[in-house]
């Protein structure tokens, strides 16, 4: 028995569980030594999770030919979202103090910042035009080409993630191999179409996210 | 025989539909606090480490350290961190690259037997046992501020001597311009060894006179306690004007040498990671800014970064008339 809108409660839950386990941590202390250091890299690593499952959803469904998983793609993007503003948001209040020109500088002197705020900012767009409404009034075809964004933004949070490390890049080597997996495999079909023996009936996977979404 | 017909079926028996619907709740409860409880016990298992303790001896003879030590830089009245705090948030990468883990992975790590060699240019090379090293001076308390490359620092209360006392012993060459050090090579005991994540063993070097400088120590103990593991037991290198990698824990050797010596960090990353390696807040890491650092547990950083990490009273005389943004 099919019921996507408890199924997307569920995940809408699940979702929040670590976030609120967060905070729950930090207010009884058990964030360690540094909890600046430890909410950032577990917000960025929430990002990066929720990200890698939002470019799953396409390729897992067509594998498996099992068109509900459409359903959940819109909200793990923007877990995706949440979880990448709340690192900016724990970056720019600590580490940055506040301050708009340090933060500036920072991109501009810092590879590694400068891609995790272009992934960041590739998102802002993906998140505005997440509603059924402007997918309404963006026309399908218009919402698709901007929500392409996702592969760039994604492209810059596995680089910003990558050269982060001191040293020890085996972790973001393994996030590295998965997203570039993900991003080839669209090339892949893209090159050749008839790569799935299972065909989906929907061919154009995102219009039919919306539409199936709007009848809720 | 008598073939009952089988009765209508009861209105009583019938599902009420407030039942069936509160049976669905239900399940539905039962799915939402289960999915919600597997999901939360992953996050809490993937980000968080095992709780440790630290169970390390108390050291005989400390000399305490008081004010009269602060105009040599051997005090400071800041306000200490925590044994926990000190213990819990270790870079030392033979372990795990995750600093809040190695408290965790240390466990089982033992010290004994060790030896440490005194080698290269010196009139009187030896190998000591780690309880004859331990014995070459009574350790004497160094409250030192610590400041990481990385742009946190702490306020440590070390045990230990200047290495200068090791040095006299065995009477360095005059052709001895440098001091290499080298932390212990056993894949075995150091997990991370079996990956190429620096070039292992980990080496760090001094100029002879920042290794006889009386700032620079053999740490063997923290609050008048051994030296845990995670800190770089049973003995590592102080010198607390520099970043932080320059302290090579669980040394195993210490030579003598007319050539200025590798050191590991810069070997990996040489446009990062400099031989001096001197706190310098006007040379900025490729990776950040140096300016200002985080003093833990404080949560901002928001702390002007000093020169010399404070110490320059004392040492900046070593650095006269030398580059310091071209020797970072």
């Known amino acids: 028995m099919k019921d996507p809108r408890f199924d997307k409660f569920i995940l809408l839950s699940n979702g929040l569980v670590p976030f609120i386990l967060l905070l729950w941590d930090a207010r009884h202390h058990r964030l360690g030594t540094n909890p600046v250091e430890f909410a950032l890299h577990a917000t960025g690593m929430l990002a990066l999770i929720f990200l890698t499952l939002t470019l799953t959803i396409t390729p897992l469904r067509k594998f498996t030919g099992w068109n509900y998983l459409s359903h959940f793609r819109r909200m793990l993007g923007l877990f995706a979202f949440f979880y990448a503003s709340l690192h900016f948001t724990i970056y720019f209040i600590f580490q940055q103090n506040k301050s708009v020109a340090a933060a500036m500088l920072d991109v501009l002197n810092r590879s590694f910042i400068l891609f995790g705020m272009t992934a960041l900012i590739l998102m802002v767009p993906l998140a505005a035009t997440s509603t059924n409404w402007s ?82 | 025989m008598l073939i009952k017909k089988p009765s209508e079926i009861a209105g009583s028996e019938i599902t009420d539909p407030k039942v069936y619907l509160s049976r669905r709740r239900f399940i539905r409860l039962g799915i939402l606090a289960a999915s919600t409880a597997a999901t939360g016990w992953v996050y809490e298992k993937l980000s968080h480490s095992a709780a440790s303790t630290v169970t390390v001896a108390t050291l005989d003879g400390v000399v305490r350290s008081s004010a009269s030590g602060r105009a040599s830089g051997f005090w400071t009245d800041e306000p200490q961190n925590s044994l926990q705090e000190i213990t819990h948030y270790n870079n030392f990468y033979e372990f795990s690259s995750d600093k809040n883990e190695v408290a965790d992975l240390v466990q089982g790590f033992s010290t004994r037997p060790w030896t440490v060699s005194v080698e290269g240019l010196v009139r009187r090379p030896k190998v000591f046992d780690i309880d004859e090293l331990l014995k070459i001076s009574p350790p004497e308390e160094r409250v030192y501020r610590m400041r990481c490359v990385e742009g946190w620092s702490m306020v440590i209360p070390w045990d230990g001597f200047s290495l200068s006392k090791l040095l006299d012993r065995v009477e360095p060459y005059s052709a001895a311009r440098f001091v290499q050090f080298q932390t212990l090579m056993d894949p075995g005991r150091l997990p991370n060894q079996h990956w190429h994540l620096l070039p292992w063993p980990y080496v760090e070097g001094l100029r002879m006179d920042e290794a006889m400088h009386p700032l620079t120590i053999l740490a063997t103990g923290i609050y008048g306690r051994e030296l845990p593991v995670q800190d770089g037991a049973p003995v590592r290198l102080i010198v607390p004007w520099k970043y932080g990698f320059k302290g090579a824990k669980s040394l195993v050797s210490i030579k003598v040498t007319s050539v200025q010596p590798a050191n590991t960090w810069s070997v990996a990353a040489p446009e990062e990671y400099g031989f001096y390696a001197n706190v310098n807040p006007n040379v900025p890491h490729p990776r950040w800014s140096q300016a200002m650092e985080q003093r833990l547990p404080g949560l901002f950083k928001d702390r002007p970064t000093l020169m010399f990490n404070g110490y320059g009273e004392q040492v900046a005389g070593l650095y006269a008339g030398m580059d310091l943004k071209a020797n970072f």
């Open chain 1, 135 to 216: 997918i309404r009034k963006l026309g399908a075809e218009p919402w698709k080409k901007i929500h392409k964004l996702v592969y760039w933004s994604a492209g810059a949070a596995g680089l910003h993630y990558l050269k982060f490390p001191k040293a020890d890049t085996r972790l973001p080597l393994i996030f590295g191999g998965i997203l570039v997996s993900l991003l080839g495999y669209r090339l892949l079909v893209k090159r050749f179409p008839n790569l799935h023996c299972r065909r989906p009936q929907p061919v154009t996977p995102i219009p039919s996210v919306s539409l199936s979404d709007a009848k809720h």
